[in-house]
Every structure is written in C-alpha cells, then in structure tokens.
C-alpha cells in the first residue's frame, strides 16, 4: 500500500500535518479485529499507542517506562482485542506462543500476528550472531507461514537505533560496540529478507521515517509521541484498507 512504501508516508492522510485529524478516524479500522503483537519495548510501546488511542487520550505522552511480559487490551463496543508477548528473542518459546494462539483449538485466533525482533539479539550476543539469528527468525517464519489461511503476518524490518559511539553515558550500548546504529541495520536486513523470502506482510515505512527523523526519539532507542502517531496512523491506515501488502 502507498501510505506504507518507503519514503511515500511524507505525504496523504499520514503527513506531519495531518496525522491529528486522521488517526482518530481511522480507529474504526479496528472493529471487529484480534491483533496478537510479539516483539519488544518498542512493540509495547505501540501497542500502548493504539490503547491509548481507542481510549481518546490522543496526546498521552506516559508511553513507556518498561515492557510488561504480556498485556492485553479488549473493548467490547468495538469487538477488538489486542494481545502483547515481550519476547524480544526469536526462540523457542516465542513459536510455542504462535502455535498457541493460531491453532484450530484456540479461543479466538487472530486476524493478524504483529512480529518486530533484532535489537536484543545485537545487544546480548553481538554482531557474530548474526548468521544465528537469520536462521532462528526462518523458524520463526516458517511457523508463522502454517497460519497464513487465518492470521496475516505483518512483519516490521527492525527499527533504527541512533547510539554511534560507545561513549554514550546511558543504557546499554555504554559498554558495547561502536556504530550500533550500522549494526542494527545488517539484523533488520535479515528480518526484511525473511520476510519477502515468505511472502509475508511487511512493514518498511516504520523503518524509514524512524531513520531519518532521530528528533522524533524519546531516546536514542525508543520512538517519542509525535513517531508514534505516524506508526499508528500507517498501521491503522493499512487496517482500514484490508491490504496485504504494508512495505
């Protein structure tokens, strides 16, 4: 869809300028919908969005302090649920949860399956493990491929960070490698390359807009209010059009 391909959420209902009067709007796009969301801080943080949103306290600004483990938010005028995993890893527990919450017997399965993984694989084991983590998130994928007759995937390439040096006096990236910010690009390169190799629903435009944008951080890792309205506004946007196809 044209909102979410590349540089193109400069423009249309999604622009700087228009996000305000749209996102409320576009709200609608939920009804009737059961969104599953695994991923990490920055998935929470979304997730905490749109709550806050169907709530109608657009402009919160309390959006992140840390992830819960799981979280899940109903609003039964709407008949949407919405359901979050902290599992920022791409392992075994998170194809039990997939398979859980995809198969014949579970209570409601979900229209779509939200997935963002990358930052905590560069942070624990560094950029060696890169071959590793291609292959864990092609189990992911493959899992997630058995669902694809009830549940849309919608993969999101693993956003920026913008920590540059390792002089940076706070967080993790204090005492790890230098040019995290490339780094971090070469694991959202393999999820991206994953998802295309499944054919699934992928997300580029988060991607785009949070790289050249660095102002729009809360810090230097995790999206600040005015970011997360567009995240919202592409995501609902896309909702609304029933689209398969988010890159």
């Known amino acids: 869809m044209d909102i979410l391909d590349g540089d193109k959420y400069k423009h249309g209902r999604c622009s700087v300028g228009r996000m ?3 996102v409320r709007d576009l709200a609608s796009s939920l009804n009737h919908k059961f969104i599953l969301m695994i991923g990490d801080s920055r998935t929470m943080q979304l997730f905490r969005y749109i709550r806050i949103l169907l709530n109608g306290r657009f402009d919160e600004v ?10 899940e938010f109903s ?10 995993y902290f599992k920022p890893l791409p392992d075994l ?27 905590w694989s560069l942070y624990h084991f560094g950029p060696q493990f890169l071959p ?8 992911i994928a493959d899992v997630m491929a058995l669902t694809r007759n009830t549940t849309i995937p919608i993969w999101i390439r693993t956003l920026p960070i913008h920590i540059d040096t390792p002089s940076h006096k706070a967080g993790w990236a204090k005492t790890l490698y230098n040019r ?17 190799q499944h054919r699934f629903t992928l997300w580029t435009s988060a991607h785009h807009v949070a790289k050249r ?6 810090d230097k890792i995790h999206p600040g209010l005015p970011m997360l309205r567009l995240f919202a506004c592409q ?12 890159d």
């Not at 590793?132 to 189990?139: D, K, P």
């Not at 944008?213 to 809360?218: E, G, L, T």
């Open 62 to 71: 309390k959006l992140f302090s840390s992830a819960d483990l799981r979280a």
């Open 132 to 139: 590793t983590f291609r292959e864990n998130v092609t189990a």
């Open 180 to 196: 995290t910010d490339l780094l971090i690009e070469s694991f959202g390169q393999a999820v991206e390359d994953v998802a295309r």
């Open 93 to 119: 527990v998170t194809q039990d949860i997939i398979r859980e919450w995809t198969a014949a017997t579970a209570p409601r399965r979900p229209d779509y399956l939200f997935y963002e993984t990358g930052v």
């Open 213 to 218: 944008n660095p102002q729009f951080y809360h």
């Open 235 to 246: 995501f609902l946007t896309a909702l609304s059009t029933n689209t398969n196809c988010l």
């Open 20 to 22: 305000a009067e749209n």
């Open 75 to 84: 609003d039964a005028e709407r008949n949407f649920s919405m359901l979050y």
